[in-house]
């Protein structure tokens, strides 16, 4: 006989007293989507899934590489064989943790023409898209829906994580005003990242949002907190309240980003940072046809094909990932113009 039941599963967790039965019982009827699923993604998703969270929407909109493979828990090597989804690999692999939940991969580049579908309904958002401005964008979003989001991020071994609530006074506008300039901020392809910082970081990330759905609001973090494993410094920031009389977008109700002259909207055309590549933003209006499109490629090159994406290999040297909302990656060129030449002569208009 199966002893898999959820006062079994999770017996541990229901026995701590600041969460209990009633607490758990939030955990489970909670709707969370994890914002990114790379190193801190994978970790908060993992947790979360074990806690018991209901329903878990994993969205991203790259591919696993091996370069993931030191820090991003769900990932194995044959998924960077294959070039899976992020979001589909992690999936798979959170079902197989926990089939008791309800799990959403979303393969999508995040906008603020889609923010609001994709997050549609969810209690909280765990902030792991490693992006400034995907999170003045979803700090716009969190303030006009009301919902709690985890910001957390980590470059090297440092990190820093906070719960803003959406309600403001402070917001993460409060903490920064402005985008910083890409000059101005390291990245893991710049700096580098060590896997234990980016657990540790997600980890404290997921336990804010258990202290959120579960019910104990009150034991929320107030201040940033920032560490540093590598030099061993753990700091508390705090953010005055005062802050928001003066903040764009929570003080004054101007949500830039989301709706206004700031709204973030994929480029027509960019070059990845990190990577030789380049992205090339669809018609948001138009679905692709996977299946017909590997069909056509098969007679130009090698094509790889999933429900998420079809990827062809022309030559040695490139390869066009088209995903289903018309995105397509171009990799082995950071030049645009050969990107928009690769694109028309395989994939047209």
């Avoid at 959820?6 to 600041?18: D, G, K, S, T, V």
């Avoid at 959406?166 to 390291?186: I, K, M, Y």
């Avoid at 950071?334 to 030449?341: D, F, G, N, P, Y």
């Amino acid at each position: 006989m199966s002893n898999d039941t959820p006062a079994n599963r999770y017996a541990r967790q229901i026995q701590f007293a600041p969460i209990g039965p009633s607490g758990h019982d939030s955990i489970t009827k909670s709707r969370v989507a994890v914002l990114g699923c790379g190193a801190l993604g994978t970790v908060a998703a993992e947790i979360l899934a074990r806690a018991g969270v209901g329903q878990l929407v994993v969205v991203d909109r790259d591919v696993v590489e091996w370069t993931n493979l030191q820090r991003q828990s769900l990932y194995f090597e044959q998924d960077a064989i294959d070039g899976r989804s992020k979001a589909d690999a992690a999936c798979e692999r959170l079902h197989a943790i926990n089939s008791t939940i309800e799990l959403q991969p979303v393969v999508a580049d995040v906008s603020s023409g889609n923010i609001s579908t994709i997050l549609k309904d969810v209690d909280l958002v765990i902030d792991a898209a490693d992006n400034f401005l995907i999170r003045f964008l979803l700090n716009d979003w969190s303030l006009k829906t009301g919902t709690a989001w985890v910001h957390a991020g980590c470059v090297g071994a440092v990190g820093q994580v906070r719960l803003f609530t959406g309600t403001g006074r402070p917001c993460f506008r409060c903490l920064v005003p402005e985008p910083p300039p890409a000059s101005a901020v390291d990245t893991c392809d710049t700096a580098g990242v060590v896997g234990s910082a980016t657990h540790t970081v997600a980890s404290l990330q997921a336990t804010e949002a258990i202290k959120w759905l579960s019910g104990n609001r009150q034991d929320v973090r107030s201040s940033l907190l920032s560490i540093d494993l590598w030099s061993n410094r753990f700091r508390e920031l705090k953010i005055a309240p005062s802050l928001s009389d003066s903040c764009t977008a929570c003080g004054k109700a101007d949500y830039q980003f989301l709706e206004g002259d700031r709204a973030v909207q994929s480029e027509a055309a960019a070059t990845l940072c990190g990577r030789d590549a380049v992205q090339i933003a669809g018609n948001p209006d138009h679905t692709i046809d996977l299946r017909r499109m590997a069909e056509r490629w098969k007679s130009t090159g090698r094509v790889q094909a999933n429900p998420f994406f079809v990827r062809l290999f022309p030559d040695e040297t490139h390869s066009l990932t088209l995903f289903r909302d018309g995105r397509i990656v171009v990799t082995g060129t950071s030049e645009i113009s050969v990107a928009r030449t690769l694109c028309d002569r395989f994939v047209g208009g």
